[in-house]
């Protein structure tokens, strides 16, 4: 059985007349994207202020962006084996649950992504409340991971165990336990509706050995069966439960090309910048936004630990580098916002 929930996920012009009630879609205050030569896709480096994912391919973005499996993505072969290099800065104020929606605006502004999804019945796990009840937390929204504290989505995985730590809710656990659970698909049916702090390691291999890199986390006893029903009071029971495929109507194999504001200055210049303030970039991907946009808005400065007269020198440099590097009209205009930024 296939129930098909027909969506456009980039609109048309002729489709948008109920648009001016619709929720503004979240999107990264500035993000860069370049091809990469080879895949080399190791963990994704992600805080509350920047996402950076080195070598990926195309199709673990889209994954990414609808939290659903690998094989839950179909489009053309290419997006299994072209790869990129994404470094983007997360608005401030923003949330971690609002990451995949912001890698969906990425992809239908940079590749020009149209999509649709698809529920199917297929055989997997119902994610439940066992008999004993829950065993963790909800969580205090006071230290959540986008304020103080330390809410958000950590997977930790090596030499065939996992790790899933961090403040989620009952539907993000069941995506990310069908995603690296490594099982099936999983339906979360346990009619939680808060946000819980969850602690999880397992391992599916009975002959586990921890690698001389793997010493930070402990080996698992249990496989994720157990895990799930000791650790956090649930169980996952067989059954054939409602799958969520993507289904890629059309998408562009190369992206739209960086703006100046996602394109770091690589000039002389900048290096000077960095080494006067002692400013250094986590990436150079997002070396120009990361200093324009401390620049820019007012107060930010003092995030780059200056006055405000060395954020002034700053800023005649940083627009003198801007000037060099792509023209007067980039200059001026945000010459003019640092300017007023800095009165």
Known sequence: MKTF?????????????????????????VASVKRTDRCFAGNPT????SVILKGVPLKSVLTEAFKVRFNQVEGPSWLETDCFEISAKIPEGATRDQLPAMLQT????????????????????????????PKFK??????????????????????????????????????HLS????????QDLTGLTGKYDIDL???????FEPSAGAADIPAPEANLFTAVRESLGLKLERR??????????????IPTENSFMQEPIATVGLQNLQQKFKYSPRNDGVAAAEIGVRLMRPGRYQELGLTLDQARALGREYVQALKEAHGDA??????????????
């Open 330 to 343: 980039a200059a001026r205009e945000i010459g003019k916002r640092i300017s007023e930024a800095l009165r």
């Open 201 to 207: 390691t397992w391992t599916p291999d009975q002959t």
């Open 179 to 186: 995603t690296d659970g490594g099982y099936g698909p999983v």
């Open 106 to 133: 990425l992809l239908i502004e940079r590749f020009k992504l149209a999509a649709h999804k698809e529920v199917r019945s297929r055989s997997g796990y119902a994610l439940v409340v066992d008999k004993g009840g």
């Open 240 to 253: 054939n439960v409602e799958v969520q495929f993507v289904v890629v109507d059309h998408i562009e194999r």
């Open 5 to 29: 929930l027909f969506f456009l996920i980039a609109v048309p012009a002729t489709c948008i007349a109920n648009a001016q009630n619709a929720p503004i879609q979240p999107k990264f205050e």
């Open 46 to 49: 992600i805080d509350p202020e």
């Open 138 to 175: 909800e969580d205090d929204p006071n230290t959540n991971f986008m304020g103080a504290g330390r809410s958000g989505t950590m997977l930790f995985g090596a030499s065939g165990h996992g790790r899933l730590k961090g403040v989620m809710t009952m539907k993000t656990l069941a995506a």
